[in-house]
């Protein structure tokens, strides 16, 4: 079954760094999403990214995306205290009837002050 | 911003109970979901609706569970008798038809079952 995965499952770093984070998945997809989750609340979109785009911009985001590989990554630049939070990518399957998102299992940032 | 609202916040039942979680979408998106994340793991979906039916389900969306939209606003996800197991945070989420379009999630329902 299709699967999203991130890594890595945490990550700590110092404000004003780049924060990196990788998703890998395994079937064939119509797009991918990044979402962000502050603890205890709801999602929040971040990024959409259709298979046929290799590359997105988004303020301080940046996605890639490489269907080759089956995965995509998540750059955050000039972190903040406030990007702190657990992030997630989810994908949706190409096949016909498929609606519903497939989230991987999140990477947790920790922005140290 | 128009945002999905979800009551309660927070839910208590005990095992074997019936619970209904509440939903308001954004008032023109057209696409319904239910999710549902148990403490510390991933997000899961369990149902898509669209056009007053089920599109989608997950394994995990058996006979226990049903959804409605029982009027033009409110979108109810219905656990008829519920489990231990069934304790997570439940995520309604919605969207415009647009197909590449994101999802808008409400802040979720905390679903304890004692």
């Known amino acids: 079954s299709q699967q999203g995965e991130e890594d890595p499952q945490a990550l700590s770093i110092q404000e004003g760094e780049n924060a990196t984070m990788n998703c890998s998945y395994k079937?064939?997809?119509?797009?991918l999403q990044w979402y962000r989750q502050n603890s205890g609340r709801g999602l929040v979109h971040l990024i959409l990214i259709r298979s046929n785009e290799r590359e997105k911009h988004s303020g301080r985001l940046r996605v890639t995306l490489d269907t080759s590989k089956k995965s995509s990554s998540l750059l955050i630049t000039a972190s903040r205290a406030a990007d702190t939070a657990s992030y997630f990518c989810?994908?949706?399957?190409?096949?016909?009837?498929?609606?519903?998102?497939?989230f991987g299992k999140g990477t947790h940032l920790i922005i140290q002050p | 911003e128009p945002e999905v609202t979800q009551t309660p916040s927070h839910q208590v039942t005990q095992m074997g109970q019936e619970v209904i979680l509440r939903c308001v979408p954004i008032?023109?998106?057209?696409?319904f979901y239910w999710y549902r994340q148990i403490l510390g793991q991933k997000v899961e979906f369990l149902v898509s609706?669209?056009?007053?039916?089920?599109?989608?389900k997950s394994e995990i969306f058996d006979d226990q569970f049903s959804v409605e939209r029982p009027d033009g606003s409110n979108f109810t996800l219905k656990i008829r008798s519920t489990k231990l197991e069934d304790s997570a945070m439940y995520f309604c989420?919605?969207?415009?038809?647009?197909?590449?379009?994101?999802?808008?999630f409400g802040n979720g329902t905390r679903l304890t079952v004692t």
């Open positions: 008032s023109n998106h057209l696409y």
């Open positions: 609706f669209y056009n007053n039916e089920i599109s989608e």
């Open positions: 989420a919605s969207r415009p038809r647009i197909l590449n379009s994101p999802l808008h």
């Open positions: 989810a994908t949706l399957y190409s096949g016909g009837g498929a609606d519903g998102l497939t």
């Open positions: 079937t064939s997809i119509n797009n």
